[in-house]
T-cell receptor, first 112, second 116 residues
């Protein structure tokens, strides 16, 4: 079965650079979520999209932005990267209804 | 707001031992409850879920029952295996403002190590 695809799997950036993470949801899933998981931490909700519109916003820094495109894939754009942005970034998709998501394998971002 | 509290680890068990990982929650509405498992270096996998009170979720020998009266969703397995070594996250999803948004609130995670 198709899963949630995230790219790239690993990314190394320097401080103050920008990064773009991509997420391709499961076909026919209309909702995409982004989470950030710091080392040894629980995942923290960043932002979600439903039918290409932002539906909820969590602890996402102003330096980050995201959108969902017409084909339902989503991109998380991160600017002015800081060392503390080093984390695992997960995307998840769902058909809505709170029945549990399917997570991607994550993008590991390292800021040096 | 919503919150999830789960027992702190790490938990170390011998193979075939009984496992319980406690999880309690606070929610304003009627949440759905989940257990996710994260193996080393991998993403989050849904282990089991329950969407209403008294529901029992089960998968791969793991079970958890949604107890509204005690606001709990404890994870249990009768006989653990080395391959169960992972980090386990309890989570809830509560209907939120915004159509179709069901953000997950996670507990801090419990690391389980099973030794032969």
């Amino acid at each position: 079965a198709a899963g949630v695809i995230q790219s790239p799997r690993h990314l190394i950036k320097e401080k103050r650079e920008t990064a773009t993470l991509k997420c391709y949801p499961i076909p026919r899933h209309d909702t995409v979520y982004w989470y950030q998981q710091g080392p040894g931490q629980d995942p923290q909700f960043l932002i979600s999209f439903y039918e290409k519109m932002q539906s909820d916003k969590g602890s996402i820094p102003d330096r980050f932005s995201a959108q969902q495109f017409s084909d339902y894939h989503s991109e998380l754009n991160m600017s002015s990267l800081e060392l503390g942005d080093s984390a695992l970034y997960f995307c998840a998709s769902s058909p809505g209804g709170g029945y549990g998501y399917t997570f991607g394998s994550g993008t590991r971002l390292t800021v040096v | 707001g919503n919150s999830v509290t789960q027992m702190e680890g790490p938990v170390t068990l011998s193979e075939e031992a009984f496992l319980t990982i406690n999880c309690t929650y606070t929610a304003t509405g009627y949440p759905s409850l989940f257990w996710y498992v994260q193996y080393p270096g991998e993403g989050l996998q849904l282990l089991l879920k329950a969407t209403k009170a008294d529901d029992k979720g089960s998968n791969k020998g793991f079970e958890a029952t949604y107890r509204k009266e005690t606001t709990s969703f404890h994870l249990e397995k009768g006989s653990v295996q080395v391959s169960d070594s992972a980090v386990y996250f309890c989570a809830l999803s509560d209907p939120h403002s915004g159509a179709g948004s069901y953000q997950l609130t996670f507990g801090k995670g419990t690391k389980l190590s099973v030794i032969p």
